[in-house]
T-cell receptor
Framework: SQQGEEDPQALSIQEGENATMNCSYK?????LQWYRQNSGRGLVHLIL?????REKHSGRLRVTLDTSKKSSSLLITASRAADTASYFC???????????FGTGTSLTVIP | KAGVTQTPRYLIKTRGQQVTLSCSPI?????VSWYQQTPGQGLQFLFE???????NKGNFPGRFSGRQFSNSRSEMNVSTLELGDSALYLC???????????????FGSGTRLTVV
Protein backbone atom coordinates (compact mmCIF):
# COMPACT_ATOMS: atom_id res chain seq x y z
CA SER A 1 0.00 0.00 0.00
CA GLN A 2 1.18 3.52 -0.69
CA GLN A 3 -0.79 4.98 2.16
CA GLY A 4 1.18 7.41 4.28
CA GLU A 5 1.55 7.46 7.99
CA GLU A 6 0.77 10.36 10.25
CA ASP A 7 1.81 10.98 13.77
CA PRO A 8 0.70 11.51 16.32
CA GLN A 9 -2.56 9.64 15.85
CA ALA A 10 -4.15 11.94 18.39
CA LEU A 11 -3.14 15.28 19.84
CA SER A 12 -4.78 17.31 22.59
CA ILE A 13 -3.68 20.88 23.32
CA GLN A 14 -4.91 24.03 25.02
CA GLU A 15 -6.33 26.89 23.01
CA GLY A 16 -3.58 29.28 22.01
CA GLU A 17 -0.89 26.62 21.81
CA ASN A 18 0.69 25.43 18.58
CA ALA A 19 -0.12 22.04 17.08
CA THR A 20 2.32 20.08 14.96
CA MET A 21 1.49 16.93 13.05
CA ASN A 22 3.71 14.91 10.78
CA CYS A 23 3.20 12.87 7.64
CA SER A 24 5.54 10.32 6.11
CA TYR A 25 5.04 8.77 2.68
CA LYS A 26 6.65 6.07 0.61
CA UNK A 27 7.11 7.08 -3.03
CA UNK A 28 8.23 10.10 -5.03
CA UNK A 29 5.57 12.76 -5.21
CA UNK A 30 4.60 15.75 -7.30
CA UNK A 31 2.75 17.49 -4.53
CA LEU A 32 1.46 16.93 -1.02
CA GLN A 33 -1.78 18.37 0.27
CA TRP A 34 -3.28 18.72 3.71
CA TYR A 35 -6.97 18.35 4.37
CA ARG A 36 -9.15 18.87 7.44
CA GLN A 37 -12.17 16.77 8.29
CA ASN A 38 -14.70 17.75 10.92
CA SER A 39 -16.37 14.80 12.65
CA GLY A 40 -17.24 12.49 9.77
CA ARG A 41 -17.93 15.25 7.29
CA GLY A 42 -16.20 15.94 3.98
CA LEU A 43 -12.58 16.91 3.54
CA VAL A 44 -11.65 20.57 3.31
CA HIS A 45 -8.53 21.46 1.38
CA LEU A 46 -6.08 23.46 3.49
CA ILE A 47 -2.82 23.84 1.66
CA LEU A 48 -0.78 22.33 -1.16
CA UNK A 49 3.00 22.16 -1.34
CA UNK A 50 4.85 21.19 -4.48
CA UNK A 51 7.78 18.79 -4.46
CA UNK A 52 10.21 21.61 -5.29
CA UNK A 53 9.04 23.71 -2.35
CA ARG A 54 10.33 23.37 1.20
CA GLU A 55 7.94 25.55 3.14
CA LYS A 56 4.61 27.22 2.61
CA HIS A 57 2.38 29.45 4.72
CA SER A 58 -1.32 30.14 4.70
CA GLY A 59 -2.71 32.21 7.55
CA ARG A 60 -1.99 30.28 10.77
CA LEU A 61 -0.82 27.23 8.83
CA ARG A 62 2.77 26.41 8.03
CA VAL A 63 3.69 23.35 6.01
CA THR A 64 7.16 21.99 5.44
CA LEU A 65 8.26 19.29 3.04
CA ASP A 66 11.45 17.24 3.11
CA THR A 67 11.52 15.06 0.02
CA SER A 68 14.81 13.44 1.05
CA LYS A 69 13.12 12.10 4.17
CA LYS A 70 9.75 11.67 2.45
CA SER A 71 8.04 13.62 5.19
CA SER A 72 5.96 16.71 5.75
CA SER A 73 4.73 18.58 8.77
CA LEU A 74 1.75 20.82 9.38
CA LEU A 75 1.98 23.48 12.07
CA ILE A 76 -1.12 25.29 13.27
CA THR A 77 -0.19 28.32 15.34
CA ALA A 78 -2.30 29.92 18.05
CA SER A 79 -4.84 27.12 17.90
CA ARG A 80 -8.56 27.70 18.45
CA ALA A 81 -11.34 25.39 19.58
CA ALA A 82 -12.66 25.52 16.01
CA ASP A 83 -9.46 23.81 14.82
CA THR A 84 -10.64 20.61 16.49
CA ALA A 85 -10.81 18.11 13.63
CA SER A 86 -8.91 15.31 11.93
CA TYR A 87 -6.09 16.30 9.61
CA PHE A 88 -4.94 14.22 6.66
CA CYS A 89 -2.06 14.48 4.30
CA UNK A 90 -2.55 13.32 0.72
CA UNK A 91 0.19 12.71 -1.81
CA UNK A 92 -0.06 12.89 -5.57
CA UNK A 93 2.31 11.45 -8.14
CA UNK A 94 3.47 13.15 -11.33
CA UNK A 95 0.83 11.34 -13.30
CA UNK A 96 -2.38 9.66 -12.39
CA UNK A 97 -5.56 10.67 -10.75
CA UNK A 98 -5.70 9.33 -7.25
CA UNK A 99 -4.51 10.57 -3.91
CA UNK A 100 -2.82 8.45 -1.30
CA PHE A 101 -4.02 9.57 2.07
CA GLY A 102 -2.28 9.34 5.39
CA THR A 103 -3.86 7.75 8.41
CA GLY A 104 -4.80 11.08 9.93
CA THR A 105 -4.18 12.98 13.14
CA SER A 106 -7.10 13.73 15.43
CA LEU A 107 -6.60 17.17 16.98
CA THR A 108 -8.54 18.35 20.01
CA VAL A 109 -8.16 21.96 21.08
CA ILE A 110 -9.40 22.55 24.61
CA PRO A 111 -10.93 25.99 25.23
CA LYS B 1 -20.62 28.88 -6.46
CA ALA B 2 -22.23 25.60 -5.43
CA GLY B 3 -19.99 22.96 -3.93
CA VAL B 4 -19.96 19.23 -4.41
CA THR B 5 -23.31 17.68 -3.55
CA GLN B 6 -23.65 14.13 -2.37
CA THR B 7 -26.95 12.42 -1.79
CA PRO B 8 -28.24 10.92 0.33
CA ARG B 9 -26.37 12.00 3.48
CA TYR B 10 -27.26 8.88 5.40
CA LEU B 11 -28.36 5.44 4.32
CA ILE B 12 -29.14 2.22 6.17
CA LYS B 13 -29.27 -0.97 4.15
CA THR B 14 -29.51 -4.66 4.87
CA ARG B 15 -26.88 -7.20 3.92
CA GLY B 16 -27.41 -8.49 0.41
CA GLN B 17 -29.15 -5.37 -0.84
CA GLN B 18 -27.69 -2.95 -3.31
CA VAL B 19 -27.25 0.80 -3.02
CA THR B 20 -26.68 3.75 -5.32
CA LEU B 21 -24.98 6.94 -4.20
CA SER B 22 -24.95 10.18 -6.15
CA CYS B 23 -22.42 12.97 -6.56
CA SER B 24 -22.87 16.26 -8.38
CA PRO B 25 -19.53 18.01 -8.98
CA ILE B 26 -18.81 21.69 -9.13
CA UNK B 27 -20.06 23.24 -12.33
CA UNK B 28 -17.41 22.98 -15.02
CA UNK B 29 -15.54 20.15 -13.32
CA UNK B 30 -15.35 17.06 -15.46
CA UNK B 31 -13.68 14.65 -13.09
CA VAL B 32 -15.28 12.85 -10.17
CA SER B 33 -13.34 10.57 -7.86
CA TRP B 34 -14.77 8.32 -5.18
CA TYR B 35 -13.17 7.35 -1.88
CA GLN B 36 -14.22 5.03 0.90
CA GLN B 37 -13.38 5.97 4.47
CA THR B 38 -13.46 3.46 7.30
CA PRO B 39 -11.85 3.56 10.75
CA GLY B 40 -9.74 0.51 9.96
CA GLN B 41 -8.57 1.23 6.41
CA GLY B 42 -8.69 5.02 6.31
CA LEU B 43 -9.34 6.73 2.98
CA GLN B 44 -9.14 4.35 0.05
CA PHE B 45 -9.49 5.25 -3.62
CA LEU B 46 -12.40 3.58 -5.38
CA PHE B 47 -12.40 4.99 -8.91
CA GLU B 48 -12.20 8.12 -11.00
CA UNK B 49 -14.38 9.22 -13.91
CA UNK B 50 -13.68 11.82 -16.53
CA UNK B 51 -16.00 12.64 -19.42
CA UNK B 52 -18.12 9.57 -18.72
CA UNK B 53 -15.11 7.21 -18.78
CA UNK B 54 -13.62 5.35 -15.88
CA UNK B 55 -9.90 6.05 -16.02
CA ASN B 56 -8.67 4.45 -12.85
CA LYS B 57 -9.94 1.95 -10.34
CA GLY B 58 -8.74 1.09 -6.88
CA ASN B 59 -8.43 -2.33 -5.32
CA PHE B 60 -12.07 -3.05 -4.62
CA PRO B 61 -14.18 -6.03 -5.67
CA GLY B 62 -16.42 -5.91 -8.71
CA ARG B 63 -19.43 -5.30 -6.45
CA PHE B 64 -18.34 -1.67 -6.48
CA SER B 65 -19.11 0.08 -9.73
CA GLY B 66 -19.85 3.55 -10.95
CA ARG B 67 -20.74 5.67 -13.88
CA GLN B 68 -20.71 9.26 -14.97
CA PHE B 69 -23.30 11.09 -16.98
CA SER B 70 -22.85 13.70 -19.69
CA ASN B 71 -23.48 16.48 -17.17
CA SER B 72 -20.56 15.10 -15.08
CA ARG B 73 -22.79 13.87 -12.29
CA SER B 74 -21.64 10.51 -11.05
CA GLU B 75 -23.19 7.57 -9.29
CA MET B 76 -21.58 4.68 -7.53
CA ASN B 77 -23.30 1.39 -6.93
CA VAL B 78 -22.54 -1.34 -4.45
CA SER B 79 -24.29 -4.64 -4.98
CA THR B 80 -24.74 -7.52 -2.55
CA LEU B 81 -23.88 -5.36 0.44
CA GLU B 82 -21.69 -6.75 3.20
CA LEU B 83 -21.31 -5.50 6.76
CA GLY B 84 -17.79 -4.36 5.91
CA ASP B 85 -19.14 -1.94 3.32
CA SER B 86 -20.33 0.30 6.14
CA ALA B 87 -18.34 3.47 5.60
CA LEU B 88 -18.36 7.12 4.69
CA TYR B 89 -18.25 7.44 0.91
CA LEU B 90 -16.73 10.66 -0.33
CA CYS B 91 -16.61 12.05 -3.80
CA UNK B 92 -14.16 14.66 -5.02
CA UNK B 93 -14.57 17.04 -7.91
CA UNK B 94 -11.80 18.50 -10.05
CA UNK B 95 -11.36 20.08 -13.43
CA UNK B 96 -9.31 17.34 -15.03
CA UNK B 97 -8.70 14.69 -12.38
CA UNK B 98 -4.94 14.97 -12.64
CA UNK B 99 -3.70 15.03 -9.07
CA UNK B 100 -0.27 16.13 -10.25
CA UNK B 101 -1.59 19.41 -11.59
CA UNK B 102 -0.99 21.14 -8.32
CA UNK B 103 -4.38 22.25 -7.16
CA UNK B 104 -6.64 21.03 -4.44
CA UNK B 105 -9.70 18.97 -4.94
CA UNK B 106 -13.15 19.78 -3.60
CA PHE B 107 -14.80 17.05 -1.61
CA GLY B 108 -18.46 16.57 -0.86
CA SER B 109 -19.80 16.00 2.65
CA GLY B 110 -20.12 12.30 2.02
CA THR B 111 -22.76 9.61 2.29
CA ARG B 112 -22.70 7.61 5.50
CA LEU B 113 -23.70 4.05 4.62
CA THR B 114 -24.57 1.61 7.36
CA VAL B 115 -25.13 -2.03 6.48
CA VAL B 116 -27.04 -4.08 9.07
Amino acid sequence: SQQGEEDPQALSIQEGENATMNCSYKTSINNLQWYRQNSGRGLVHLILIRSNEREKHSGRLRVTLDTSKKSSSLLITASRAADTASYFCATAGFTGNQFYFGTGTSLTVIP
Amino acid sequence: KAGVTQTPRYLIKTRGQQVTLSCSPISGHRSVSWYQQTPGQGLQFLFEYFSETQRNKGNFPGRFSGRQFSNSRSEMNVSTLELGDSALYLCASSKDGQTGNNYGYTFGSGTRLTVV
